[in-house]
């Protein structure tokens, strides 16, 4: 249809119940889209844990620039019980994340209508806080080695690293998100600066030049011990939160169980100057205990592939991609066993289909 919008996804399924969540958002994707007259091209990769079978690595050398070519990439899970998780994630999302210098890694963590929080007291809705990861540095830098390799006196060094420049732009990232969503207009700083004397400190001294730059923003800085506990105590204080890449990625985990289950925990790895594709994914991994059963949560990979179309310019058709989530928990309709349910991933599939 001329004048329609048309979008390349690269789906990458990756290891487990990846393959099971992926073409589940896919089909979602598509009615989405045919409701909103925007065409999808879809070019699968099957790059992750079997490819590192046969080929010795996760995915081929000419990946990134075969990547490159799509608007988006929207990926499953990476991980297998027969690989070290260092391999796994170092070949295959690592890479991505610095080779397209993805930033920032936005982690929302809402309470959604109809899904049970493990804490007392709070409702559909109370809960919605979003965790800014740094994606590029930090404690994943792989900056580091070992010295007598293998022999009784071996030594491991690994050595994070932050950067004004790194900090700085996921801090302000972190400030203009809080100034769009329009929740809070709170940022909450996490750093452990009283153990990590050097790049958190340099952290801290950003976080406070950036703030200053945003006075309509209430700040707090916490070390992430006491945000870990003020997770579990106050959730509902919280909009947004900006972490170093390790924090980020734990804390994560915590506001997603907060908020009723990981199955509902979406993910976008982004380069917010759009110089390269960025890339999409449910925040939990491959599962291999539930992987072929049937069973996996589906919906944090529909709400990732939101994100998506959100970031690609069709906010129309991310939302109806939500609300159709949304009705589906709050009709406790279809739910998977995660969420307290007896349903399989088609069934939930079926049951978003019915409202897209
Ligand atoms: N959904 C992608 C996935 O499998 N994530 C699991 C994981 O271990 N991720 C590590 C990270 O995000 O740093």
Redesign the pocket.
């Known amino acids: 249809m001329e004048g329609m919008k048309r979008y390349s996804i690269a789906l990458l399924p990756?290891?487990g119940i990846?393959h099971e969540v992926i073409p589940a958002a896919r089909r979602v994707l598509e009615k989405a889209a045919a409701a909103a007259e925007a065409a999808l091209e879809f070019a699968s990769y099957e790059w992750g844990s079997e490819y590192y079978f046969e080929h010795g690595v996760m995915m081929p050398p000419d990946a990134l620039p075969r990547l490159r070519q799509h608007d988006a990439i929207l990926?499953?899970?990476?991980?297998h019980p027969d690989i070290p998780?260092h391999i796994t994630?170092n070949g295959l999302?690592?890479p991505i994340r610095r080779g397209f210098d993805l930033y920032a890694?936005v982690r929302p963590a809402y309470l959604y209508e109809g899904v049970a929080c493990p804490l007392k007291g709070y409702e559909g809705g109370s809960i919605n806080m979003v965790v800014v990861r740094e994606n590029t540095e930090g404690e994943?830098a792989q900056a580091g080695g070992f010295v007598h390799h293998h022999f009784p006196d071996e030594v491991a060094i690994q050595t994070s690293v932050f950067t004004r420049h790194g900090v700085e732009r996921i801090i302000r990232f972190a400030f203009d998100l809080a100034r769009q969503r329009n929740h809070g207009k709170r940022v909450a700083s996490i750093t452990k600066s009283n153990a990590q004397g050097f790049g958190m400190v340099l952290w801290d001294r950003v976080f406070r030049e950036v703030a200053a730059e945003y006075p309509d923003i209430q700040t707090e800085s916490l070390l992430v011990d006491a945000a870990a506990m003020n997770f579990v105590r106050r959730p509902d204080s919280f909009d947004v939160v900006v972490a170093s890449?390790l924090f980020g990625?734990i804390l994560s985990d915590l506001s997603a169980i907060v908020t009723g289950s990981i199955g509902l925990a979406p993910?976008a790895n982004l380069d917010p100057a759009r110089r390269a594709p960025s890339l999409f994914?449910?925040?939990?991994?491959?599962a291999p205990d539930i992987a072929g059963k049937g069973v996996a949560n589906p919906l944090a990979t529909v709400l990732a592939a939101a994100m998506m179309m959100e970031h690609l310019g069709e906010p129309g058709m991310a939302s109806a991609m939500e609300a159709a989530v949304r009705a589906v928990l709050a009709g406790g309709e279809a739910l998977t066993p995660d969420l307290g349910g007896k349903a399989g991933t088609g069934e939930t599939v079926e049951a978003l289909l019915r409202h897209v």
């Open positions: 990756g290891d990846g990926l499953g899970a990476v991980g998780d994630l999302l690592l890694n994943y890449n990625d993910s994914e449910p925040v939990h991994g491959s």
